[in-house]
């Protein structure tokens, strides 16, 4: 499965403090929560964002925690946490834990990022309700210890991602195994511990720490499934919860990567038609066709004669990639890539590429997702389905997603059991966001989760093709977001989806020619999903 963190950012943590998860108990009001001083951890002053953003600091910190939860006397490790303090004393809610997703995000720049995003929707007097928390989950960033096996593992110019013969593929199949042996050589004692169950039960030492009896949770994408693994394990210990772009708990985790590879190729398809539309600005095609085949004719070339030396045709295809998460990518990138073709400057390409030089977030990623499920150990499944699927149509992401969690093919044990997700009479109702063209997580886990949730609302973006959207200029869904977790309004029950917001039209197909998106030439607003780490 395509990693599914919906964030990046620039964040320079400065983690102070050496806390250990020592619990105060919380008295509860009839707001929610009394605030009540977090002397389990020693916070010390970090920033967390870049150094122009007025929202940059938090209080951070470690947490320490078993290994292994079931042997809590056993060997430690810890966890990175920051704090963004609520303002509004009288109307304390509580504590409000949010997860980008991934696995393998970074979430410690997302507590006072939450808080400047609820802000920005007009509902700052929501998020200065809360203590909101971020938070490395282990394995991650800041988090020790921190998982890198190979950092030059995804370091350009890698080898096309499509293979056009055997030998091609078994080049791509060798890397694939040395990187899961090098993970298993220097982090086999810690990858048996690094499923979703355990980073669910490190939010509750956090939760024991802070001194809260319940905790509330903002999850995106993959965060949706931690939430809700979070929810099975300690019902009775949620005060409130937002899911949005929530993953099918039926396709954990191979499967999933196939349902991927169907709606990326749909999204792609989509900001090709876009940029034909727009034919006059950007000059790559009259029509959907004309702009794929230019794509491709210039992904042809950049195998032969890579472009500005550094971008071959899977680091094209990685740049591109994130147009089929987030419109928000629909004009720079057509302009990078008009740029190059009208042009031959290379230079609003490369300034997307990612330099190589850092596996933690690939390396946690297919390390959580091995431990979580079984994968097939056969790579005959791995290349028929990958086969099957490219002949169909689904060309742009399906052979790229393979190599992306192949190293799972060669992980030193077999994961799972699969963790059965299971709703409880304790658990208050969730709220559950879905856009219907979302394709990191496909419009079907929203329903999914909404069906094991059964006290849960589901709210459907219609037409939505952003990943993960709220807190995104819709206002429709972040009315409905501020409302629930000021007051825990939910929309009322009804069959299927509970409720409806349409897609915002200059935010699903925006417009090239306004003044601002042309001198900006970049997406503006919340920070955007990215595909590969």
């Not at 991934?102 to 929501?126: E, N």
């Not at 849960?456 to 959207?469: A, D, M």
């Amino acid at each position: 499965m395509k990693r599914i963190l919906l964030v990046t950012t620039a964040a320079v943590v400065a983690v102070g403090g050496t806390g250990a998860a020592v619990s105060v108990s919380a008295s509860t009001g009839a707001t929610g929560a009394t605030a009540v001083a977090a002397s389990g951890i020693d916070w010390g002053e970090c920033e967390v964002s870049g150094p122009n953003d007025p929202m940059n600091t938090a209080q951070c910190a470690m947490v320490e925690v078993p290994l292994d939860h079931a042997r809590p006397g056993g060997r430690k490790i810890s966890i990175a946490v920051s704090r963004f303090k609520h303002t509004d004393e009288k109307n304390y809610q509580g504590v409000l834990f949010v997860n980008p997703g991934g696995p393998g995000g970074s979430g410690l720049p997302y507590a006072p990022a939450l808080a400047r995003w609820i802000g920005g929707t007009g509902h700052a007097d929501v998020a200065a309700k809360y203590d909101i928390i971020g938070f490395d989950p282990r394995g991650v960033g800041s988090s020790r210890p921190a998982l890198s096996c190979d950092p030059h593992h995804s370091d350009p110019i890698r080898p096309d991602y499509v293979p056009s013969s055997w030998k091609e593929e078994k080049a791509w199949i060798a890397k694939s195994k040395k990187y899961a042996k090098d993970c298993a050589d220097k982090f086999g004692w810690l990858l048996p511990h690094l499923r979703t169950t355990d980073a669910a039960r490190d939010v509750d030492a956090i939760r024991a720490a802070l001194g809260q009896d319940k905790i509330s949770w903002y999850g995106f994408s993959y965060g949706t499934y931690l939430g809700a693994t979070y929810a099975t394990l300690f019902p009775k210990r949620v005060h409130r919860m937002v899911m949005d772009g929530n993953v099918n708990p039926k396709t954990v985790w191979y499967d999933a990567q196939l349902e991927q590879d169907k709606a990326f190729q749909r999204n792609i398809e989509a900001w090709w038609a876009w940029t034909a539309e727009w034919n006059s600005v950007f000059r790559l095609g009259q029509t959907e066709k004309a702009v794929k085949d230019a794509y491709y004719k210039v992904r042809e070339a950049a195998k032969k004669a890579p472009i500005g030396g550094r971008i071959g045709p899977s680091e094209l295809d990685d740049i591109v990639l994130s147009a089929g998460y987030n419109t928000g990518y629909y004009i720079p990138f057509a302009q990078a890539l008009s740029s190059w073709v009208n042009d031959k400057d290379p230079a609003r390409l490369l300034a997307w590429l990612n330099p190589g030089g850092d596996d933690n977030g690939f390396a946690v990623y297919n390390a959580v997702q091995a431990a979580d499920a079984e994968w097939p150990r056969d790579w005959r499944t791995w290349h028929r389905d990958a086969e099957r699927l490219h002949r169909k149509g689904y060309q742009f992401n399906t052979w790229s997603n393979v190599w992306f969690n192949a190293p799972i093919a060669f992980w030193p044990f077999e994961g799972g059991p699969e963790f059965r997700l299971k709703d409880s009479r304790h658990l208050p109702g969730m709220l559950l966001v879905q856009s219907t063209q979302d394709a990191a997580t496909p419009v079907e886990g929203g329903l999914e989760m909404h069906e094991v949730f059964r006290s849960s609302r589901l709210v459907f973006e219609l037409g939505g093709k952003t990943h993960s959207n709220t807190l995104n200029g819709n206002a429709c869904l972040d009315d409905q977001v501020a409302a629930y977790l000021d007051t825990g309004a939910l929309p009322e029950s009804r069959r299927g989806p509970d409720a409806y917001c349409k897609a915002v039209p200059e935010l699903n197909d925006p417009n090239p020619t306004g003044m601002r998106a042309k001198a900006a030439g970049a997406p503006t607003g919340k920070d955007l999903p990215v595909g590969r780490p």
